[in-house]
């Protein structure tokens, strides 16, 4: 079957909105229970991290470049620059690899 | 009512450098979505309304392995959890007496940046700062989006292919200075890379018919819950407590 692109945005808008404003208006005290907030504080580093890699070097023309952008990338985050220089680098990196390949 | 006016500009001021960090990043994110044959007015509505990189990227994958709804609403459940969190913090930082309509606009503005300058907030929360921040970085995370999936087609591949990275810098520079500060996060970060690495180079798991999605969201769990059982994480109250 197949399935309808605007259904699928639609369910996006709404269950990522809904999520947003639940605790916002529902939750006025603090959450106590040990896993769950534990759970909750290490899941957008590992989804994040699952989503980069290996996908980081597989969208590049070549892989080459895009290890070299994950290595620079997270180089420069360690350094302590912020979300559009370190976006700015892996873009670079990539850009001057494939123009120049070894 | 000068006062939230105020406020307001403010946020339009903190809000603009975001915006131009999401212009970049949308732009790539809407290469992504071009690959998954969407159109440049359903990326500029799903992204005005959604303004979640990550969420949108993995529903993005979902639509072209044509996935089911259920398996779209638990990845929308998964990559934005942490709004659960961000949005219970914000809930702390409200003036009592703010009203319903108020906290609801808020929790619909959550991004990690707009979060990020929020909860930064001096005092209580004047929700017209959040407001003017949202006001300015939507529309150029909504464009960003629209003009990638138009120029994923025009623009030569070795741009597209440089600028596709783009979002996994984004990635990286949320998840690395966290790993910088706290062990436990940057062993979560290195397992995950391995992990991720492993299920998608793996026989079993192609043969087990996975999506690319469906393994994110496994991972996710699998590795979230064993760290949160390794290592809790202490929160602010326990430490008063104790």
């Given at each position: 079957m197949k399935h309808s692109v605007w259904i699928y945005i639609l369910i996006m808008i709404l269950t990522t909105n809904i999520i947003r404003v639940i605790p916002i208006t529902l939750v006025r005290k603090q959450i106590k229970n040990h896993f769950i907030q534990s759970f909750l504080y290490y899941v957008p580093y590992v989804t994040l991290a699952v989503?980069?890699?290996?996908?980081?070097?597989e969208t590049t023309s070549s892989p080459i470049a895009g290890i070299a952008a994950l290595v620079l990338g997270i180089i420069s985050a360690w350094a302590g620059l912020g979300l559009f220089p370190v976006s700015v680098i892996c873009c670079l990196v990539v850009f001057i690899l494939e123009l120049f390949p070894l | 009512?000068?006062?939230?006016?105020?406020?307001?500009?403010?946020?339009l001021r903190d809000g603009l450098p975001?915006?131009?960090?999401?212009?970049?990043?949308?732009?790539?994110?809407?290469?992504?979505?071009?690959?998954?044959?969407?159109?440049?007015?359903?990326?500029?509505?799903?992204s005005f309304f959604t303004r979640a990189s990550a969420g949108e990227y993995g529903v993005y994958t979902m639509v072209v392995q044509d996935a089911s709804y259920l398996a779209v609403i638990v990845m929308c459940l998964i990559t934005n959890l942490r709004y659960l969190l961000m949005s219970t913090a914000l809930s702390q930082k409200f003036s009592p007496d703010t009203s319903f309509i108020k906290r609801i606009l808020t929790g619909c503005c959550v991004t990690d940046e707009i979060f990020g300058i929020s909860?930064?907030?001096?005092?209580?929360?004047?929700?017209?700062?959040?407001?003017?921040?949202?006001?300015i970085s939507t529309p150029m995370w909504a464009c960003g989006t629209m003009m990638g999936i138009i120029a994923g087609s025009i623009l030569p591949s070795r741009a597209v292919s440089a600028l596709s990275v783009a979002l996994y810098g984004m990635f990286l520079a949320i998840i690395i200075p966290p790993s910088k500060k706290d062990k436990a996060v940057c062993i979560a970060v290195i397992v995950s890379f391995l992990l991720s690495y492993m299920c998608r180079k793996l026989?079993?798991?192609?043969?087990?018919?996975?999506?690319?999605?469906?393994?994110?969201?496994?991972?996710?769990?699998v590795i979230s819950s064993i760290a949160a059982i390794i290592r809790p994480v202490l929160t602010n109250t326990d430490e008063m407590d104790s």
């Open positions: 989503m980069t890699f290996p996908a980081i070097f | 009512m000068s006062n939230n006016k105020k406020a307001f500009v403010q946020g975001i915006g131009l960090g999401y212009f970049a990043v949308a732009f790539s994110l809407g290469f992504m979505a071009k690959k998954c044959m969407l159109t440049p007015l359903q990326g500029f509505i799903g909860i930064a907030y001096p005092g209580y929360l004047n929700p017209y700062y959040t407001f003017g921040a949202a006001s026989d079993i798991f192609e043969r087990l018919n996975l999506s690319s999605g469906t393994i994110t969201i496994i991972l996710t769990i």
